[in-house]
């Protein structure tokens, strides 16, 4: 009796706990060839459409009809050793995230546009059978936003731009669960084959971006954004599978949760050393203690008779404690005839504290370096492409004695390679 109900306490639901918890370390500021080139160090010139996501003063310049398509191949892979030395790798994945905008603008200054990229996303996936079965198999989550901006010229010196957002949003998960093939009065036997459960659950939201552009000097720039947080409600279906003894106890059915994405800001600095030469400082802000408590809303399943007044699914309130993060990035360009070659580099801070570290979301602290090239074919055409390559710091965490008080302690190694091209026309 006592392993039953040791057991059956673990089964009190956690529906969409780990699998709406996502996004920090799964944030995308990938959204353009150009930028991402240059290391994401564009809040001070924001000098394409993707200023429709880091600075949408930035629009204020850019006259006449303007459109670009683009996307990023997204190549992750991660590594999860245990104490004992047991490794296990990720499943490869590849992801292509898109982005689209349009803008035109008028004599007077003004300029209208719309953009459509994806601010969250990726997803992780681990071989069947590997330990931490019960924690993760398999997530995809898929954000995206479009995004009207309108932005203004005031002078030759001061630019200002402002945006909403609707945001919409899938999450898909399933992993592994403990069950039984017998209850009480038989012999109560731990199943040697697991039971699973899959959750797909969608939302949407409203949100909103301000920006501005200063240029106290001919050759120099300085620019910051905010972009607030956005609120999903998420609604979906969980489904239990193969749960054998005890699946007259996970009914399943619809749940529901909230998560507060975090509000953001960017900051930055611009130099033109000379007429071929330029080069950005950023700083941003992300603000990620909005996700402090992740409380889920279910159906109650039957009650269990080996743990009274406690159903195994139930409503539940989850402590998540994020930090607020912080990246540092520098990138510059330089112009030759028709091409542009550019640099950048980025330091980032993960926001999860160690006791949530798990491995639906492996995330550390992580250096990033990348290299871009553009190609102008006319006044009309140019293309963009960019690399990244993300290198994560090993994340260890350690147990409820020693410390971290994680409930999978273990090491993470996790790194990732971005390619991105954008294909750019001006009329």
């Known amino acids: 009796m006592t392993r039953v109900q040791q057991i059956a306490g673990a089964f009190v639901a956690t529906i969409f706990v780990t699998s709406l918890a996502l996004a920090g370390g799964f944030q995308l500021n990938e959204v353009g060839a150009r930028a ?53 790798d990720m499943v490869s994945q590849t992801f292509f995230p898109p982005n689209v905008y349009a803008s035109y603008g008028l004599q007077n200054g003004l300029v209208f546009g719309v953009g459509f990229f994806a601010p969250f996303g990726l997803g992780t996936e681990w071989p069947a059978g590997w330990v931490g079965r ?55 036997n731990i199943s040697p084959t697991d039971g699973s459960v899959t959750l797909d659950a969608d939302g949407n939201s409203w949100g909103f971006d301000v920006g501005a552009i200063y240029k106290p000097l001919p050759a120099m720039s300085v620019g910051a954004s905010y972009r607030h947080s956005t609120e999903v409600t998420y609604e979906g279906t969980a489904t239990f599978t193969s749960m054998q003894a005890v699946k007259d106890y996970f009914p399943g059915g619809t749940g529901q949760t909230a998560i507060k994405f975090p509000n953001q800001v960017f900051t930055g600095i611009s130099y033109q050393f000379t007429p071929s030469l330029l080069v950005e400082f ?19 399943g039957p009650n269990f008779p080996y743990t009274p007044g406690k159903p195994l699914q139930a409503s539940s309130k989850s402590p998540k404690s994020w930090y607020n993060a912080t990246m540092l990035r520098l990138g510059g360009e330089y112009q030759y005839q028709a091409w542009a070659f550019r640099l950048g580099f980025i330091y980032d801070t993960t926001p999860q504290p160690s006791q949530y570290v798990e491995p639906i979301l492996p995330d550390a602290n992580r250096m990033e370096g990348t290299i871009g090239l553009g190609y102008k074919f006319s006044d009309n055409l140019s293309v963009d492409a960019a690399y990244q390559l993300i290198l994560f710091n090993d994340r260890t965490v350690t147990g409820p004695t020693t410390g971290d008080m994680n409930k999978f302690p273990g090491t993470y190694k996790s790194s990732a390679n971005l390619f991105a091209l954008s294909v750019s026309y001006f009329r």
Do not use: C, E, H
């Open 134 to 188: 019960y924690y993760a198999m398999k997530a995809d989550i898929q954000d995206f936003v479009l995004n009207p901006t309108v932005a203004y010229k005031v002078n030759d010196k001061l630019l200002v731009g402002a945006g909403f957002s609707y945001m919409f949003s899938n999450v898909k998960l399933s992993y592994n669960i403990r069950t039984f093939s017998a209850l009480p009065p038989i012999p109560a």
């Open 36 to 88: 991402m080139g240059m290391g994401g160090a564009f809040a001070a010139q924001s000098n394409d459409l993707s200023a429709m996501y880091f600075n949408p003063a930035g629009l204020a310049t850019q006259m006449g009809f303007r459109a670009s398509v683009g996307a990023t191949m997204i190549m992750p892979s991660s590594s999860y050793t245990t104490t004992a030395g047991a490794s296990t």
């Open 282 to 300: 950023d700083f941003q802000w992300i603000g990620w203690s909005t996700y402090d408590t992740l409380s889920i809303i279910l159906p109650s």
